[in-house]
Every structure is written in C-alpha cells, then in structure tokens.
C-alpha cells in the first residue's frame, strides 16, 4: 500500500471499543496509512454505491496500489441493501479473486457500511472490514458497533452477523455534498442518542438542529460543530456497545423509536428514509411509555417538538395501514412469543431497564392508539 510514513497518521478517539475511531476534517486522505496499520493485506476491495463513488471512493480507492485494488458499487438506496446484492459482491469478489489477505473498504451511507460489512462478515468466513461513513446517520450511528445486515420482504435487517470493523474513519467534510433531507435524517439518531443517555447531548443537538433549519450544510462553522456532536453520538453509541456487544440487554437501548420505525418502513416498502422512519417512531414509543406509567406526560410533546425543530416528520403518514404496521412489530427482533416489545424512555436521558431486559411487552391496542394520536 502506498501513503505517508506513520507519524502523520491522525490520533483516534479516546473510546472503550476494540477498533479505533479517527474522526476529524479531511481524515479520509490517511485511510491508505490507517489501512496499512489496521488491516494489512495484499489487495483491497472498496464497496461503495454510484453516487458517493465518483465524490469519494475513487479518490480514496486511489490511495492504494492499482493492481491489487478494486472498487465495486451497486446503485444507492435501502432497496438494494438485499441478499440478491449481497450474493452480487460476493460474486464479483470470487471473480475478481479476492483471497482472505483482502480487506473491505466501505464508503457511503449506512445501506453500503451495512451490506458491505455483511459481505466481509461472510467472505470465506471473514475479511477486515474498514468502515468509510459518508452520511450523517452512518457517522454517528450504523458505522459503529459492528452490526452487518440485509433486509428482506419479511423485514429489516433479518440477515446478518455481528462483525466488528478495523477502523471506523469519519471525515465530516464529506458531509458538503449529502442533500438536506439525507443530513437531516442523521439527526433523528443523534436526537435518539439524547433521549437514551444524555439530556445535554440532547439539548446541544436542538440548538444544532436550528441552524441547519435556517442554513442546511452552509450553517456558520458546520464542520466544527457536526464534528463535536458527531463525536458526541458516537461515545454515547460506544458506551452501550462496550457493556453489551452482542445485544443481550443494555444495547437494546439503541432501538428507541425503531420497533416502530421498521415495521413502517416494511409496510411502505421501504421508500422512507431511514431517519424520518426513526424521527416518527421515537413519537409514538414515548407516548406508548406514558400511556403505560413509564414517563410523564408531556415527555412525547417534549420529543416531537424535538424532532420538528430537526425538520423531521413527527407524524405517522396519511394513509398508513395500522393494522400492517402493528403486524409488523411482532416481526421485530426484540418480539418474544409472538408479543411486541419495545425500549423506552422515562425522561430525557434515562430509559426503562425492565430489570436488566431494557425492553417492555405492549399489549397491541396501546400500539394502535400511539399510532394514531395527532
Ligand atoms: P443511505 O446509505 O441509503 O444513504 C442515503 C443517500 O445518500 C444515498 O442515496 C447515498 O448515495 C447518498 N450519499 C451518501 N453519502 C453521500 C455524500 N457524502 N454526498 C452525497 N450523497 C451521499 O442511507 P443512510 O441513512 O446513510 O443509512 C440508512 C441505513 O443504515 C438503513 O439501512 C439502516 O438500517 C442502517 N443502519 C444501520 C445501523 C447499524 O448499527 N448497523 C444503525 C443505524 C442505521
């Protein structure tokens, strides 16, 4: 691999989790470097999707020698974040003869960092893995932790593994060319992260919301601050992590707001951002965990307010078939015996431990009426 010795190479984040974290301006210049320390191989495969290729993984497909680099990319999009794509790569690499001395490079949203990971989690039983986020949402959310998945019609992310990355590299100057609804997305995670373990965080992210309200990515020193609470997001998310790997309690926490989410974006096939999905689900869970003694009321207010001032949608769309979307959470990963649960707050900044589960059974007609208050 080519680049500049060592010594140049950008001081990763101070976190509890077995792989480094480099965050900072123009920090995807050094990923040929941070490739040769973390996962030195004879080639290198970078998976990315046709509209950040030509921004992005060219460039950084450029940093390693030629011969031995490939760069692979499938159209954007949730809807090819498949088992048929993944059999695709996974193909290509066979053809290409991509050996176990190959590393992955992911560059893109989290549908490439997801499926990307899932094939180096599955490619003769496992390759190193760097993950290149290029949206907000996968900076601060999917590119860490080291969950790999594809959907299927009977659901999100039903198939995948559990494969840590060898780095994760986050360079916010990317974020220039995402378009405004795609980095608005981002902050539903990030207005998640407050509501499961930081009120402040949670306060910072709303003052941040304004101005991207007011400015988009043009906001007064944008990269400065999204560099911060990028930050932020990602020690919270590396927090949980660190105490409960392989979701067996705690890091059920992660999931506010989604049990909903993703049974709506199965029942509307998938065409809503993931964030929006999120934005909306986080709504409706608080007001389940009022409805049920867990928080106080107000607390749902407090975060719809939130997530319309981030210019996210707070409300269930027109027109959504209840019954599907209800039928959809018993198809929930977290669903025991046939019964939805969910992982929800008390305040601000504090969630349910359900006695070490962190998730709650909620009988159905609960589900029905969050869904349906305006
Ligand atoms: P995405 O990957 O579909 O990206 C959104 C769009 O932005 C795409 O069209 C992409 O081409 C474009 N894009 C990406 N970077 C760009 C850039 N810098 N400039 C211009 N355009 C750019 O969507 P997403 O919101 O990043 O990710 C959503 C996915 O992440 C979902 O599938 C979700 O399940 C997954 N996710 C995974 C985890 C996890 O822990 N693994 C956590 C949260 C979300």
Known sequence: ????????????????????VYCGADVRQSIG???????????????SDTAVAPLYAKSIAAQFPTESTHLFTIPPGEHEKTRARWAELTDALLEWGAGRDTTVIAVGG??????????????????????????????????????????????????GAFHNPSAVVIDPDVLVTLPDNVLRSGLA???????????????????????????????????????????????????VVAEDTRE?????????????????????NFELLHGDAVAMGM???????????LARAGLAVGIADAVVRAGLPARMPAGLNLDEVIAATHGD????????????????????????????????DLVRAALMEK
């Open 1 to 20: 691999m080519t680049g500049a010795p060592p010594d140049t190479l950008p001081t990763p984040l101070s976190l509890p989790l077995p792989y480094p």
């Open 33 to 47: 470097e941070i490739a040769r320390l973390v996962a030195p191989s004879h080639r290198v495969a970078v998976i």
């Open 110 to 159: 989290g549908v490439i960092g997801d499926l990307a990971g899932f094939v180096a989690s599955t490619y003769m039983r496992g390759l190193p893995v760097i993950q290149v986020p290029t949206t907000l949402l996968a900076m601060v959310d999917a590119s860490v932790g080291g969950k790999t998945a594809v959907d299927t019609p009977f659901g999100k992310n039903l198939v």
């Open 189 to 239: 995670e990030m207005i998640k992260h407050g509501v499961i373990a930081d009120a402040p965080y949670f306060d910072a992210v709303l003052s941040f919301a304004d101005a991207i309200r007011e400015h988009g990515g043009g906001a007064p020193d944008f990269v400065a601050a999204i560099t911060m609470l990028i930050t932020g997001s990602v020690r919270i998310k590396a927090d």
């Open 248 to 268: 067996g309690g705690l890091r059920q926490i992660l999931n506010f707001g989604h049990t909903i989410a993703h049974a709506v974006e199965r029942v509307l």
């Open 283 to 293: 709504v409706a869970e608080a007001r389940i965990a009022e409805s049920i003694g």
């Open 333 to 364: 990963k977290k669903a025991r015996g046939g019964a939805a649960r969910f992982s929800l707050p008390r305040a601000i900044g504090e969630m349910e431990s359900a006695e070490g589960t962190w998730a709650v059974a909620v009988p159905d």
